[in-house]
C-alpha cells in the first residue's frame, strides 16, 4: 500500500502522519511530499526515516491513496495527475469540494456517496466536520429546517504562522502578522476574505458543505466564523430548527450511540465540551443540550472537536479506511 502525504511537513500533514499510524492504516511504502525547500529531508514514519520527495516523484510513483494538504491550487494543478495514474486522491483544502461529482465526505454521515469511479475526494472545512456529526442523527429523527451557527475556531486552524502570531505576543515580542489584528487576548470575527454579500467564504463554506453532505438543499444555514486566541479545537454554538418536534431524552441517547460523538451534558456537575478535553481525539463531543424557548422544535447545543484532527486529518484517514473497506484500494 503505497500513500502519499502531500504537504507532509505543515500541522496537518504531520498529524495525518500521526493518525495513519495510531489508526494502523496499512501503509507499506510512504510517499512525504513538500515544497521544494524541504526536499532531501527525512520524515520518521513507522520506525523508518522516508526522504522528502517532489511532487512529480510522487505521481510517477503511482501511489494508491494520496492525502492532499497543500493548498487549494496545488490540489487543483496536482489532484488530476495523481488521479491520472489510478490513484485515489484525498483533498484537505476547498478546492473540490463544491466540484460537481466530486464526493465531499463525512465517513459517520455520507461514505455512501465514494464509488470506485471517485479518485477525487473532498474532505470538508472543519468547521463544517464537526457540525454535520453532530447533527446528522438528530436529522434522521427530526428532519433539520434550519441551522444558525457561531463558531470560536482555533488559530491552528490558520496554521504554524499564526500560533508563531500568537507566541510572539503573548512574550511582548514583534510579531510576524498573519491576521490584520492582534490574536492574543482578542476575538476576530474575521475568517478567510470577506464577499460581497457580507459574509466570509469560511462561512459560506458551512453553508454549501452541509447542504451538500446532508443532501438536503433546502436546509437553511447561517453562519458566523470566529478565530479566537486557543489552539486545542474548534467550538461551535448550535441552535437547530426541526421540521419535528423532539423530547431532549430522545435526543441525548441519539446523540449517546452516535458514531464519533460522545456526549457531555451534565451542567450541574459544570460537565461540559471544552477544546483542552478535545485536544488530540478524534471524537466531537456534544454538551449543553437544551430547548430553544422563544421558538418551537428548536435546539440549543455546543459542539466541540479538535480540528487539526477529525477537523482534517482524522477525517482524511477515515475517508481511506473507507476506500479500504469498499475494497477499491488493497493493502
Known amino acids: 500500500m503505497k500513500v502519499a502525504v502531500v504537504g507532509v511537513t505543515g500541522l496537518v500533514g504531520t498529524k495525518m502522519l500521526q493518525v495513519?499510524?495510531?489508526?494502523?492504516?496499512?501503509?507499506?511504502?510512504?510517499?512525504?511530499?513538500?515544497?521544494?525547500s524541504s526536499l532531501g529531508k527525512e520524515i520518521?514514519?513507522?520506525?523508518?526515516?522516508?526522504?522528502v520527495m517532489s511532487m512529480h516523484a510522487a505521481v510517477e510513483a503511482k501511489p494508491d491513496i494520496a492525502l492532499f494538504s497543500a493548498g487549494g491550487s496545488v490540489s487543483k494543478e496536482f489532484a488530476p495527475q495523481f488521479a491520472a495514474?489510478?490513484?485515489?486522491?484525498?483533498?484537505?483544502?476547498?478546492?473540490?469540494?463544491?466540484?460537481?461529482?466530486?464526493?465531499?465526505?463525512?465517513?459517520?454521515?455520507?461514505?455512501?456517496?465514494?464509488?470506485r469511479d471517485n479518485h477525487i475526494i473532498a474532505n470538508p472545512n472543519c468547521s463544517t466536520i464537526q457540525m454535520v456529526v453532530a447533527l446528522k442523527p438528530l436529522h434522521d429523527a427530526f428532519a433539520i429546517r434550519r441551522i444558525v451557527v457561531s463558531t470560536y475556531q482555533s488559530i491552528t486552524g490558520t496554521g504554524q504562522k499564526a500560533v508563531a502570531q500568537m507566541e510572539a505576543e503573548r512574550k511582548g515580542e514583534t510579531a510576524t502578522m498573519v491576521y490584520p489584528h492582534r490574536i492574543d487576548l482578542n476575538i476576530l470575527p474575521h475568517i478567510d476574505s470577506f464577499l460581497e454579500n457580507g459574509y466570509t467564504k469560511e462561512e459560506m463554506k458551512m453553508v454549501n458543505e452541509t447542504?451538500?453532505?446532508?443532501?438536503?438543499?433546502s436546509i437553511g444555514v447561517s453562519a458566523t466564523t470566529v478565530r479566537v486566541p486557543t489552539?486545542?479545537?474548534?467550538?461551535?454554538?448550535?441552535?437547530?430548527?426541526?421540521?419535528?418536534?423532539?423530547?431532549?431524552?430522545?435526543?441525548?441517547?441519539?446523540?449517546?450511540h452516535a458514531p464519533g460523538v460522545i456526549l457531555q451534558d451534565d451542567p450541574a456537575q459544570n460537565v461540559y465540551p471544552m477544546p483542552m478535553?478535545?485536544?488530540?481525539?478524534?471524537?466531537?463531543?456534544?454538551?449543553?443540550?437544551?430547548?430553544?424557548?422563544?421558538?418551537?422544535?428548536?435546539?440549543?447545543?455546543?459542539?466541540?472537536?479538535?480540528?487539526?484532527?477529525k477537523?482534517?486529518?482524522?477525517?482524511?484517514?477515515?475517508?481511506?479506511?473507507?476506500?479500504?473497506?469498499?475494497?477499491?484500494?488493497r493493502p
Request: cysteine-free; overall charge negative; aromatic content about 8%.
Open 20 to 36: 495513519l499510524e495510531e489508526r494502523h492504516f496499512p501503509v507499506t511504502e510512504l510517499l512525504p511530499v513538500a515544497s521544494e
Open 44 to 51: 520518521v514514519f513507522g520506525g523508518k526515516r522516508w526522504t
Open 85 to 115: 495514474v489510478g490513484t485515489y486522491v484525498i483533498d484537505n483544502s476547498s478546492a473540490w469540494r463544491m466540484e460537481t461529482g466530486v464526493p465531499l465526505v463525512v465517513p459517520e454521515v455520507n461514505a455512501d456517496t465514494i464509488t
Open 211 to 217: 447542504r451538500k453532505i446532508m443532501g438536503t438543499p
Open 231 to 256: 489552539t486545542g479545537g474548534h467550538s461551535e454554538s448550535i441552535n437547530v430548527e426541526f421540521h419535528r418536534d423532539f423530547d431532549l431524552n430522545e435526543v441525548r441517547n441519539l446523540l449517546k
Open 277 to 309: 478535553w478535545s485536544h488530540d481525539k478524534d471524537d466531537v463531543f456534544v454538551g449543553r443540550l437544551r430547548r430553544d424557548e422563544s421558538q418551537p422544535n428548536t435546539l440549543n447545543m455546543w459542539v466541540v472537536s479538535d480540528n487539526l484532527r
Open 311 to 329: 477537523g482534517a486529518a482524522t477525517n482524511a484517514v477515515q475517508i481511506a479506511e473507507a476506500l479500504l473497506a469498499k475494497g477499491f484500494v
